[in-house]
């Protein structure tokens, strides 16, 4: 009889999806929520009627459909769009198309976008602000006949710039775990 020997064979590494880290192993889906619904409260001030004005909720709704787009997509960004559509009486809708078209630009340059730091996120996110934003403008011209100026260009000028800086503070709890871990060994 002849023995076999059983052939070694080096493991085979399992293949996993690349993308960033999971929110909940590290905040919480109650954070995310927390802070969204904070921003929209913040959003229904009268400080939005500047036409200028950055728009947080925007930012804070892009940031997290790129942290933990399992959570957090089109149809999110579709209701808070809504809710913000009918507070300000305006054409049904038409922030809702504004809001999914930037998650959408946002989730389908995602990979990217996560390797860079907060700055050159803004960066690459600028298009994807200025566009969802022209489109909403040119829409909203069209129903009223009226060209609104170019204000909304530094609104989403102001929108891409404050990206690193709310990007940062949304950050700040996952950065103290980090810390208290590291602290701990």
Do not use: C
């Not at 054409?91 to 990217?112: D, H, N």
């Not at 050159?120 to 298009?127: A, C, D, E, N, V």
């Amino acid at each position: 009889m002849r023995q076999t020997r059983p052939s070694k064979k080096p493991p085979m590494p399992m293949a996993h999806a690349v993308g960033p880290e999971s929110v909940e192993a590290t905040m919480g889906a109650g954070y995310v929520w927390a802070t969204m619904l904070l921003v929209w409260v913040l959003s229904l001030l009268p400080w939005r009627v500047w036409h200028a004005a950055p728009d947080l909720l925007l930012l804070v709704i892009t940031f997290w459909s790129l942290r933990d787009s399992r959570h957090v997509g089109m149809v999110v960004a579709f209701f808070f769009g809504l809710t913000l559509d009918v507070h300000d009486v305006g054409p049904l809708g038409l922030q809702a198309l504004m809001f999914t078209l930037t998650v959408y630009g946002a989730q389908a340059m995602q990979r990217r976008v996560l390797r860079f730091n907060l700055v050159q996120q803004g960066i690459h996110l600028l298009p994807v602000f200025v566009g969802a934003k022209l489109v909403m403008v040119l829409i909203g011209a069209f129903l009223v006949s009226a060209w609104p100026g170019w204000s909304w260009l530094l609104s989403a000028l102001l929108t891409a710039a404050l990206w690193p800086l709310v990007s940062w503070l949304l950050l700040l709890p996952q950065h103290r775990l980090d810390d208290a871990e590291g602290g701990s060994a």
